[in-house]
């Protein structure tokens, strides 16, 4: 098996054509994965995510340095892992925020069932209890595995 590493374009095109990946949080030295839909956006290199208000949202209130995974496994020879590290940030319903809020839900709403899961427990309508939010990117790795074909 042969593992490549990806550029910076590579990884911020393979987060771009998926949108589901298992975010890593951290509170008082506790790890805590979970999978998350998001988008991501190259220009801006960050993702976008929804959520109902829960542990996730209340630890990366507590410590916003967060990582987001995203992979593609065709088998164990044959695979593409990125990670990024970077900050978590909530996007507020005020009027400075209407801009970027509008962006977000534009590219969001480009996913199938993109309010899943985090509207899932929410009533239609009731979406007090959610938070549209940002992972900016502050550093990015990737990796791709391949078969080296015999010789």
Avoid at 6 to 29: H, K, N, P, Q, W
């Amino acid at each position: 098996m042969r593992i490549h590493e990806l550029t910076i374009d590579e990884c911020l095109a393979f987060l771009a054509a998926r949108s589901v990946g298992r975010l890593g949080v951290a509170y008082l030295g506790q790890p805590y994965v979970v999978p998350i839909h998001y988008a991501f956006d190259v220009e801006r290199r960050c993702a976008y995510a929804f959520s109902a208000i829960g542990q996730k949202v209340e630890w990366m209130r507590s410590n916003p340095a967060v990582c987001l995974e995203v992979d593609e496994v065709g088998d164990k020879d044959h695979w593409t892992s990125v990670v990024l590290l970077g900050r978590y940030s909530e996007i507020g319903r005020t009027a400075e925020d209407a801009a970027e809020r509008q962006h977000c839900e534009r590219l969001l709403e480009q996913r199938d069932e993109w309010w899943l899961p985090g509207a899932a427990r929410s009533p239609q309508h009731e979406l007090s209890g959610v938070v549209l939010y940002r992972i900016e990117a502050d550093r990015l790795t990737g990796r791709r595995a391949s078969r080296v074909a015999a010789q």
